[in-house]
């Protein structure tokens, strides 16, 4: 809690000071947006902060000069529609898969870029596009980024791009990146790269990461990585559409069931409803088994009448959309095969005035299965859909799931031959899209702590929490030197006053002895 208000006061701090010492002279040197939005998402001054040890002269600095490149560039107005489309077709530059931490991976096509001066401003562009439509989908989620080297050589080399690059995340974007993963680097380069090691400067030299087909999948597991690197990712870059995560309909659509699992489908789906009636005829014989769904949603039970999966969790976050209200917000908690959590609960309100429709992807749809994943919902109410993992399947942090919703008119239906045409029809402008990624919980004995929350469902710390905590550790541990550095200091001058007093102390002795004879 102290930590918190502490970076609280940093936050204000940083605010107040813009205000004060750099606003008033360089206000048309900034998009008055990045200003607006500094004053309101305390999450991106933290992050300047963050990247800056929490030292605010510095993280001044950073927002002075990220705020006049960002309108340089008019980054808060980069679309698919303002850069050259030949940019996007090359495939250089784009967003695909995770590392095994779950982060994003940005990835640099090296083979695809060659020098030109004159397409070099619209290539950077480029880059800053795609920085800005992941740090604003993502809520400023960092990213590994990888340069894929192999089949490069010295007619690719452009230090200035590359440069580039490093400023954008070294500068531009506070604490957006994870490592920068180097695949089969050509001897030729380097001298290249030492260059850019000088760039980095010495807290982001450790981020990199050179690596070759035997070792990338310390970083990367092989279902991200193209066969070309050892993995086995079909994945074929492809303009347009834009590249996105890849989501796609999970399986138990609301249509028949057709996979390999159909059987076993069924059987649960006929539990359920077994489960119901039972619970229809004799509710004081099942009230062990009505208590967790009871306490999901007392509120909503009398309005429900589909029994809720015994293992879902009561979402304790919420994101507040224009369209939908999801529960919970950021993370889906599952646990892995030895804790056997196999089932998540997602609450969708509509707060609008109409119909809304939504649908639900998912980066791995072999792995899950959802109900209902294509529905709407009516205004001012509550809808659960519960995913539940398929099979053998194991959730795993590269996991996503895209939940995208739209307005329907009050003379569109809601059956789903009427929902798929309209998802036809509906402009991308008005749909509404979220994102949750998957948290694994690893811990299975009943004394551990992680699972003793989370039977209460506290969510586990997020990577973001344990990196502040871990930068904040970093720095008492600097102190702590400096400290023990000056103890030292004083200790030796301690020692060498002594002898010296021992000496003269000897010396005066001497002189006395000397006289006496």
Known sequence: MAERQDKGALISETRRRFEAEYLPDKSDKYDSRDVERLQQDDKWVENYLIWRHDVVDDALKMIDESFQWRKE????????????????????????????????????????????????????????FWLEHYAKRDHGKPLTVVFDMAETGISHIDLDFVRFIVNCFTDYYPNFLTKIVIFEMPWIMNAAFKIVKGWLGPDAISMLKFTNKNDVQEYISAEYLPPHMGGTDSFKYSYPPLVDDDFQTPLCENGPITSEDEHESKEEIDADTKETGELNEAQNLNQKKMNSIEQISKSEETDKTEVKPKNA??????????????????????????????????????????????????????????????????????????????????????????????????????????????????????VMEHRLRCHVIESSKPSSLTLKDNAFNIPAKTNEDLHIQLTHLLQINKRLEEQMNRCLWFQQLSVVLSLLSVTVAAFCFYLAYAQRS
């Not at 507040?320 to 609450?347: D, M, N, R, W």
């Not at 994943?373 to 859909?385: R, V």
């Not at 569109?412 to 509906?426: C, D």
């Open 73 to 128: 560039y008019t980054v808060n107005d980069l679309s698919e529609s303002v850069l050259p489309k030949w940019l996007f077709e090359i495939g250089a530059l784009f967003l695909h898969g995770y590392d095994k931490e779950g982060y994003k991976l940005f990835w640099f096509k090296v083979k695809h870029h060659t020098r030109d001066p004159k397409q070099q401003l619209d290539k950077k562009k480029l880059v800053a």
């Open 313 to 430: 969790k009561k979402a304790l976050t919420t994101f507040k959309g224009p369209l939908l209200h999801i529960s919970p917000a950021e993370e889906l908690y599952f646990g892995s095969k030895e804790t056997g959590e196999k089932k998540c609960l997602i609450v969708l309100t509509n707060v609008t005035k109409n119909v809304v429709a939504f649908k639900v992807r998912t980066t791995a749809p072999e792995k899950y299965r959802v109900k209902p994943s294509n529905s709407s919902c009516e205004p001012g109410t509550s809808l659960d859909i519960i995913v539940s993992l398929h099979g053998g399947f194991a959730a795993s942090l590269q996991d996503r799931f895209l939940i995208m919703a739209a307005e329907m008119d009050q003379s569109s239906g809601g059956a789903v031959p009427e929902l798929t045409q309209f998802w036809k029809e509906v402009p991308r402008t008005k």
